[in-house]
C-alpha cells in the first residue's frame, strides 16, 4: 500500500510539473499572440472602411499595408528641409488648440523616448544611488537641469514601475548615478519582466565617461569596479 500511494503521488507530482511547464510556455506564447491580433484588427480597422467604400471588399490586412506606407510617407516627408519645416508649421497650428493640445504634447513626449534620433525622452540605462546610500535602482536618464541661477547640476532619472510610464522622477547628484552598457530597449525589456532577464554581470561607469575614456578612478569604490554581478549584490536587482 506504501508503494502504490507514493507511486500515486510521483504521478500527481510529474502531472503537476509538466502542467505548469507547458503553462509556462503556451501562456505567454498565446497571450502574445492574441495582443498581436488584437493590434492589428485595431489598426486594419483605421483604413477599412475608406477601402470597402472604394472597392466594395473588406481586405483583411491592407488597412494595416495602407497604414504603414502613410506613416512611411510621413516620415520620409519629415526627415528632409522642407518636410521638417511643414510638420513645425502643423505642430504650432495644432499646439494652439486647447483640448488638443494637451493630448498631443503628452503623446509625442512618449513616442519621443522611443524615438532613435530624439532629443527627449529616455536616453540612457544607469543605476543610480537611490532611495539612500548602498541601495542600487535602475533607471533611465532624462537629461541634465541646474537649480537656481548658481546651483549645482543635477541628473533626471525616471525610476519606472512595471507600468513602465508610472515611476519615481528624481533629481540626483552626477557621481550618484553610474551609466550602463545597457540600450534603453534592454532597460525596458529587463524592467517589464521584474527583473527576471537580469543578466549575470552589468558592466558600468561614470555618466557621460564610456569605458574607453573613463578617467583613473573615477569608477565607485567597492563592489563596482568596472562592473558588478547581479549574484554577488542581490541590492542592483531592480
Same mark, same amino acid.
Given at each position: 500500500m506504501d508503494w502504490l500511494q507514493k507511486e500515486k503521488e510521483r504521478i500527481s507530482a510529474s502531472i +503537476?510539473? +509538466?502542467? #505548469?511547464?507547458?503553462?509556462? &510556455?503556451?501562456?505567454?506564447?498565446?497571450?502574445?499572440?492574441? &495582443?498581436?491580433?488584437?493590434?492589428?484588427?485595431?489598426?486594419?480597422?483605421?483604413?477599412?472602411?475608406? &477601402? #470597402?467604400?472604394?472597392?466594395?471588399?473588406? &481586405?483583411p490586412g491592407m488597412g494595416v499595408l495602407l497604414l504603414v506606407l502613410l506613416i512611411l510617407a510621413v516620415g520620409t516627408v519629415a526627415t528632409n528641409v522642407l518636410g521638417h519645416r511643414l510638420v513645425l508649421f502643423l505642430e504650432n497650428v495644432m499646439a494652439k488648440i486647447p483640448i488638443f493640445k494637451k493630448f498631443y504634447t503628452t503623446l509625442k513626449t512618449v513616442m519621443e523616448s522611443?524615438?532613435?534620433?530624439?532629443? +527627449?525622452?529616455?536616453? +540612457?540605462?544607469?543605476?543610480?544611488?537611490?532611495?539612500q546610500n548602498g541601495v542600487w535602482t535602475m533607471g533611465f536618464f532624462t537629461g541634465s537641469v541646474r537649480f537656481g541661477k548658481d546651483g549645482p547640476v543635477l541628473q533626471s532619472v525616471f525610476f519606472p514601475s512595471n507600468n513602465i510610464y508610472i515611476g519615481i522622477q528624481a533629481f540626483l547628484p552626477a557621481d550618484k548615478v553610474m551609466e550602463t552598457t545597457f540600450s534603453v530597449e534592454e532597460g525596458m525589456k529587463l524592467i517589464l519582466s521584474g527583473g527576471i532577464t537580469l543578466p549575470d554581470h552589468i558592466s558600468l561607469f561614470p555618466l557621460g565617461h564610456p569605458p574607453s575614456t573613463n578617467p583613473p578612478g573615477d569608477l565607485l569604490s567597492g563592489n563596482l569596479q568596472n562592473g558588478v554581478s547581479s549574484e554577488s549584490n542581490p541590492s542592483l536587482r531592480p
Open positions: +503537476k510539473t +509538466k502542467f #505548469v511547464t507547458g503553462l509556462v &510556455i503556451f501562456l505567454p506564447a498565446a497571450l502574445s499572440l492574441y &495582443i498581436l491580433y488584437r493590434i492589428f484588427d485595431f489598426l486594419d480597422s483605421f483604413l477599412d472602411p475608406f &477601402i #470597402v467604400s472604394r472597392t466594395g471588399y473588406s &481586405i522611443f524615438s532613435p534620433n530624439g532629443q +527627449k525622452g529616455f536616453r +540612457k540605462v544607469v543605476l543610480a544611488e537611490y532611495p
